[in-house]
């Protein structure tokens, strides 16, 4: 089956750095790569996302990038603000009418400092 | 709109009780979804459902944990007898199709469930 995994585990860079999280997936039939963000003792939220025929997409100052050749791709935040600070998940599924499981990483815990 | 609403949001049982989490989708939302998080690691899918019918449920562990969800709205998830590698947070999300791919999961705030 799918299996996703993410790096770093955890992350800290200072206010205004920019961060890179990267993850790989093993099924090379996944079409769709969300990621969210995870507060401490709150739900997942879904920040960005991408399906397979693109290979960057941003919004603001969050980009997520995909190399569906090496079954990889990676979440970018620049300029980044101690609000960024939190646990991001990447995940992928293969979506078709026959469903498929939305399988995540392990995360990433992202600390920024003032 | 109105997000997924899930309770009770905290619960402490001690190992072999029962316990049941409940789970409201948003409005027309017709796949819904069970999670496992334990703590430490990213959402474990136990079960998703499409409407009323099961559409994955390869990873639950059947002989303790059952789901249903009737007339395809509200679910609920029991868990009897619980273990204590059990607890973590239960997370139900919904999306409004089958499929993935313009419809982004919606998550609830989870239920926290400790197992003694």
């Known amino acids: 089956g799918e299996n996703v995994e993410q790096h770093p585990s955890t992350l800290s860079v200072q206010e205004g750095d920019s961060a890179v999280i990267k993850c790989t997936y093993s099924?090379?039939?996944?079409?769709?790569f969300p990621w969210y963000k995870q507060e401490l003792g709150k739900r997942p939220q879904l920040i960005i996302d991408?399906?397979?025929?693109?290979g960057e997409k941003k919004d603001q100052r969050i980009a997520v990038t995909l190399n569906k050749t090496a079954k990889h791709f990676s979440l970018h935040i620049t300029e980044t603000q101690p609000e960024d600070s939190a646990v991001y998940f990447c995940a992928a599924s293969h979506a078709d009418n026959q469903g498929g499981k939305l399988i995540f990483g392990q995360g990433t815990e992202l600390s920024v400092k003032p | 709109e109105a997000g997924v609403a899930q309770s009770p949001r905290y619960k402490i049982i001690e190992k072999r009780q029962s316990v049941a989490f409940w789970c409201n989708p948003i409005s027309g939302h017709a796949t819904l979804y069970w999670y496992q998080q334990i703590l430490g690691q990213g959402p474990k899918l136990l079960i998703q459902f499409q409407n009323n019918g099961v559409v994955d449920d390869s990873q639950l562990p059947k002989d303790r944990f059952s789901a249903e969800r009737l007339k395809g709205v509200d679910s609920t998830l029991k868990i009897q007898p619980a273990k204590l590698e059990d607890s973590a947070v239960y997370l139900c999300?919904?999306?409004?199709?089958?499929?993935?791919?313009?419809?982004?999961?919606?998550f609830g705030n989870g239920t926290r469930l400790t197992v003694t």
């Open positions: 099924d090379s039939a996944s079409n769709y």
């Open positions: 991408i399906r397979s025929n693109v």
């Open positions: 999300a919904s999306s409004q199709r089958h499929t993935y791919y313009n419809s982004p999961l919606h």
